[in-house]
């Protein structure tokens, strides 16, 4: 019975992955961060799957590693191939018709990023990472003066600045069509 149970179990994990995997949030000592859906230790590096590719970092480089409430977004490029090629006539009405629709595509992105002030949630982002280490290194120093009172302010800090980056985050993917811009991964 339980081999049975661990089987169902094993093939929902492939069935299922989104369900069964949740995003984890890697901190390196350097301050850098990842979003990923799965880490694995091999040797001494910490592997994991970032922006279609698989990453191996030194164990003695990683800070932490937990689990994160921020969505893992996952790049997949495919290509659409046509079936049956198209006779001359219906290539260049075709084209025509492909025409109109990227520029009438390119006027709704222009106004969509107009709706969408991008400065403003990438300087807030950068101001909430410069909280976010300056927290850190206060915690870092308190722990070291053994200093229980900061050590606890500068958690609550460092607490308060992650919270305020996933609800931004949250924000902006619920205004981009729930999708983050590939630079919101990338730590200022």
């Known amino acids: 019975m339980k081999k049975f149970i661990l089987t169902i179990v ?27 859906n799965h880490h694995w230790k091999e040797g001494r590096q910490i592997k994991f799957y970032y922006r279609g590719g698989v990453v191996g970092i030194g164990k003695d480089l990683v800070r932490k590693i937990r689990e994160s409430d921020l969505p893992y977004k996952k790049e997949v490029v495919e290509e659409k191939a046509s079936p049956v090629p198209d006779t001359p006539d219906v290539a260049s009405k075709k084209a025509g018709k492909k025409a109109g629709e990227e520029v009438e595509a ?10 969408i002030d991008v400065e403003y949630y990438r300087r807030m982002n950068e101001e909430l990472w410069d909280k976010y280490r300056e927290a850190k290194e206060r915690y870092d120093q308190s722990k070291l003066d053994r200093d229980e009172f900061a050590k606890n302010d500068a958690k609550k800090d460092i607490r308060e600045a992650l919270d305020k980056l996933t609800e931004l985050s949250r924000e902006l993917k619920k205004k981009n069509k729930d999708i983050l811009p590939d630079w919101w991964q990338d730590k200022p």
């Open 106 to 115: 390119a006027k709704k992105t222009e106004a969509k990023s107009r709706e």
């Open 10 to 36: 094993f093939i929902a994990f492939f069935i299922y992955p989104a369900v069964c995997l949740s995003s984890y949030l890697i901190e390196l000592k350097n301050g850098s961060t990842f979003i990923t």
